[in-house]
């Protein structure tokens, strides 16, 4: 069971960036796909971003894909997402997750993450 932590987020306007950082500790880091899932206020959690164990494959949900950049640092157990061009509609609980098997990323259900950190709020104000 990996441990998660994610730092990054704040309250940033239209049209600005965030980068959060996700440190993972408590097993073999490259074992496993990461994720950005995120939640806003009332809603269901959705996948936002996602990278494979050695960071060649990445997805994205439509709603994020060419502002998001989702990568890691395999040596310094981390992953990232750099949010660009960021809308109040990209409001929400960003939350880092473990899983995927093998180091792959199977589906982007969140059934499929077995490791999930706290989250860190983003705000963009119109």
């Known amino acids: 069971q990996m441990q998660l932590l994610e730092s990054g987020g704040g309250v940033v306007q239209s049209g600005g960036s965030l980068r959060l950082s996700c440190a993972a500790s408590?097993?073999?880091?490259?074992?496993?796909?990461m994720a950005w899932f995120r939640q806003a206020s009332g809603k269901e959690r959705e996948f936002a971003a996602g990278?494979?164990?050695?960071?060649?494959?990445?997805y994205y949900a439509d709603s994020v894909k060419g502002r998001f950049t989702i990568s890691r640092d395999n040596a310094k157990n981390m992953v990232y997402l750099q949010m660009n061009d960021l809308k109040p509609d990209d409001t929400a609980v960003y939350y880092c997750?473990?899983?995927?098997?093998?180091?792959?990323?199977?589906?982007?259900?969140?059934?499929?993450?077995?490791?999930w950190g706290q989250g860190t709020q983003v705000t963009v104000s119109s």
């Open positions: 997750a473990a899983g995927g098997r093998n180091g792959v990323l199977i589906t982007y259900a969140s059934s499929n993450f077995r490791s």
């Open positions: 408590g097993d073999t880091f490259i074992n496993y796909a």
């Open positions: 990278i494979g164990w050695n960071g060649e494959n990445t």
